[in-house]
C-alpha cells in the first residue's frame, strides 16, 4: 500500500484543494482507488496522471477572477509571486481570466493611533 498516495498527497500533486478531489468523486471523474480500513480515500500516481482526460472545461463567455492580496507593501514580492501562481494556473487550465491585486490591510478600530 505504500505506492497510494493520501487524499492530501494527491491534492499536492494535482494543485488543487481536497475538497476539490472530493467534489471530483461526486461527478464520477476521479475514483480512489483503494480506500484504508478506516475509509480514508488512497490513489494510484497513474489515475492521477489520467484526471486531465475526465475534466472538461467549458469554453463560453465566463471569466474567471483571480484575486492576490498581501496585507502591506513590505510583501511586495509575495504578490508578484502570487500572481505569476495565478496567472500560470489559469493559462494552463485554458480559463479566460482576469487577476485582481491588491495591497491593503484590514482596518484595526483598537490600533493606537
Known amino acids: 500500500m505504500n505506492n497510494l498516495l493520501s487524499i492530501g498527497q494527491a491534492s499536492k500533486v494535482l494543485g488543487v484543494s481536497i475538497q476539490t478531489l472530493r467534489n471530483w468523486e461526486k461527478r464520477g471523474l476521479l475514483k480512489p482507488d483503494n480506500y484504508t480500513k478506516g475509509g480514508e480515500r488512497r490513489y494510484k500516481l497513474e489515475s492521477l496522471e489520467n484526471i486531465n482526460k475526465n475534466i472538461v472545461f467549458h469554453n463560453d463567455s465566463r471569466k474567471t477572477i483571480a484575486y492576490a492580496r498581501v496585507s502591506s507593501a513590505d510583501q511586495k514580492e509575495d504578490l508578484i509571486r502570487q500572481v505569476q501562481v495565478l496567472e500560470l494556473y489559469?493559462?494552463?487550465?485554458?480559463?479566460?481570466?482576469?487577476?485582481?491585486?491588491?495591497?491593503?490591510?484590514?482596518?484595526?478600530?483598537?490600533?493606537?493611533?
Do not use: P, T
Open 90 to 113: 489559469c493559462s494552463k487550465l485554458g480559463f479566460n481570466y482576469e487577476v485582481i491585486q491588491d495591497l491593503g490591510s484590514g482596518m484595526n478600530y483598537y490600533k493606537k493611533a
